[in-house]
């Protein structure tokens, strides 16, 4: 499946900086970065130690890890949603997975922030109000629209329509509220839900909340920063990390072995891509199950809960319909087992029907009829 995440933040945010240490890219920062006609766009391929190792035991022809890609747009300044975003920008975060919110947590004398000081809380809050305040719209027209057609129609028609009208209303009440419509998704009827994805609505996507920190907040410092924002903003479906922004750009010009030892010297222990890919898997419930030969070893991206015979279509559509059965046996006992013909020796490598729940990590081969 595939999987975009767009990242937002205030104009000086550093979020395109961002977009770079995350992608290894050169996208232009600062006055020339992104406008919302032509954001920037890359694709990053997911790092999974387990793909390493699979690779490593069956030293196959590819390697093919899951990826995702980044859309880095225009920044969104205060007052936006008010004004009413453009077409290309409102366009470009409705149809985002998920929302990488950048909030300035660095210091520069260079590049002044655009409220006068750098308040990383302030921002966050900024910008979440500036996405309610967009959907609040969205939800009001929707209402205003379904007034004015709702006597020209009976029957079921009318029924659904006064169905949707009945959840536009709660959805106004939580927005007025100022609870982002991820927080209410839960409560709301499944066959709701299903109607709520064709409006893209801002709020209800998981959001990533990522500091941007300059050097002189790295350890202690960073942590602190994480520590108050994940009590104040972390919530279901919302998240907080941090990320040295330009220093894991500069990071990504060099190569692996000064990388590491420049990582080394600042004492940073991972790569904030690693970082930010996980934690933004976990907001969106997604996960990895790998398919392995001589040929190739490759992950795919399901969600959470997905049955084998789903799992089966993410690799074809004709393996999903002739599905027979999954031969599967999980990461771990199959790399304890040292391969395949040892993990069935083992009973380790199991057949399961159509109903069954891939797990994380799970190693599956589909038999299905052509």
């Known amino acids: 499946m595939s999987t975009t995440l767009v990242i937002i933040g205030l104009p000086a945010s550093g979020k395109s900086t961002v977009f770079n240490a995350l992608t ?7 006055s020339y970065s992104a406008n919302p006609d032509e954001p920037n766009l890359a694709t990053v391929k997911v790092p999974d130690a ?6 490593e035991m069956f030293r196959p022809q590819k390697r093919v890890p899951a990826d995702v890609q980044y859309l880095d747009v225009a920044g969104i300044a205060k007052g936006i949603a008010e004004k009413g975003m453009s077409g290309a920008l409102l366009g470009h975060l409705s149809q985002a997975d998920a929302l990488v919110l950048v909030a300035r947590a660095f210091d520069d004398p260079n590049v002044p922030h655009v409220e006068g000081s750098v308040d990383p809380a302030r921002d966050i809050e900024t910008l979440q109000l500036e996405l309610l305040f967009s959907d609040l719209a969205a ?17 079921r028609e009318r ?13 106004r009440q939580a927005l007025e509220a100022e609870m982002p419509l991820r927080e209410i998704l839960p409560e709301i009827d499944p066959e709701d839900v299903k109607i709520l994805r064709g409006f893209g609505f801002l709020t209800a996507k998981p959001l990533l909340v990522l500091l941007n920190l300059g050097e002189d907040q790295l350890g202690d410092v960073a942590s602190a920063l994480v520590t108050a924002c994940r009590e104040r903003f972390e919530r279901p479906g919302a998240g907080v990390a941090a990320l040295p922004g330009q220093i894991e750009m500069e990071i990504g010009r060099l190569e692996p072995d000064d990388a590491a030892a420049f990582m080394s010297d600042l004492g940073i222990a991972e790569s ?7 934690r933004s898997f976990e907001l969106l419930g997604l996960m990895p199950f790998f398919t392995v030969g001589p040929d190739e070893c490759r992950a795919w991206t399901i969600r959470r809960g997905t049955t084998a015979v789903e799992a089966a279509g993410e690799i074809h559509s004709d393996i999903q319909r002739g599905f027979i059965r999954a031969e599967v046996v999980g990461y771990q006992d199959l790399i304890s087992a040292g391969g395949l013909p040892e993990a069935r020796k083992l009973g380790k490598l199991r057949r399961e029907g159509k109903d069954y729940v891939v797990e994380d990590g799970d190693v599956i081969n589909f038999l299905f009829n052509v």
């Open 272 to 278: 904030g891509l690693d970082q930010v890919i996980r």
């Open 50 to 55: 387990r793909l390493d190792r699979l690779t």
């Open 24 to 30: 290894r890219s050169e996208a232009q920062t600062g």
């Open 139 to 155: 939800v009001e027209k929707r209402l205003e629209r379904i007034e004015n057609q709702k006597q020209k129609v009976v029957g």
């Open 159 to 171: 029924d659904a329509m006064e169905r949707e009208r009945a959840l536009m209303v709660r959805l």
